[in-house]
Nanobody, 125 residues
Framework: EVHLVESGGGSVQSGVSLKLVCTRN????????MGWFRQVVGQEREGVAG???????AYADSVKGRFHISHDNAKNSLYLEMLNLSPEDTATYYC???????????????????WGQGSQVTVSS
């Protein structure tokens, strides 16, 4: 069984940086697809960043140039480095994993089978 656990969220002021960590148990890094999503209460879950085992990545337009997705096979961990945060980035952030595919976008929830419990990020102005 696959377990994804996010950490690293918190309450910060605009302009600062945070790095989210997703620790994966039962899912080997370097296979399939992995991604980060975020959701605000009352809104749909939004794809933020994702990558495939072949190294291809995707980012939402709203975070390009500010967010960076990476992974560490040895630590079985996925990361999301978030720079220059703004109040619009406030949301619950979720880690996701799924089998390799080229058929669906890395930014679509349907691409992923496994989800973490979420980590809250709150950015104040």
């Amino acid at each position: 069984e696959v377990h994804l656990v996010e950490s690293g969220g918190g309450s910060v002021q605009s302009g600062v940086s945070l790095k989210l960590v997703c620790t994966r148990n039962g899912y080997t890094t370097g296979r399939g697809v992995m991604g980060w999503f975020r959701q605000v209460v009352g809104q749909e879950r939004e794809g933020v960043a994702g990558f495939r085992v072949d190294g291809s990545t995707a980012y939402a337009d709203s975070v390009k140039g500010r967010f960076h997705i990476s992974h560490d096979n040895a630590k079985n961990s996925l990361y999301l480095e978030m720079l220059n945060l703004s109040p619009e980035d406030t949301a619950t952030y979720y880690c996701a994993a799924g089998p390799f595919t080229w058929q669906t976008s890395l930014l679509l929830p349907a691409t992923y089978n496994y989800w973490g419990q979420g980590s809250q990020v709150t950015v104040s102005s």
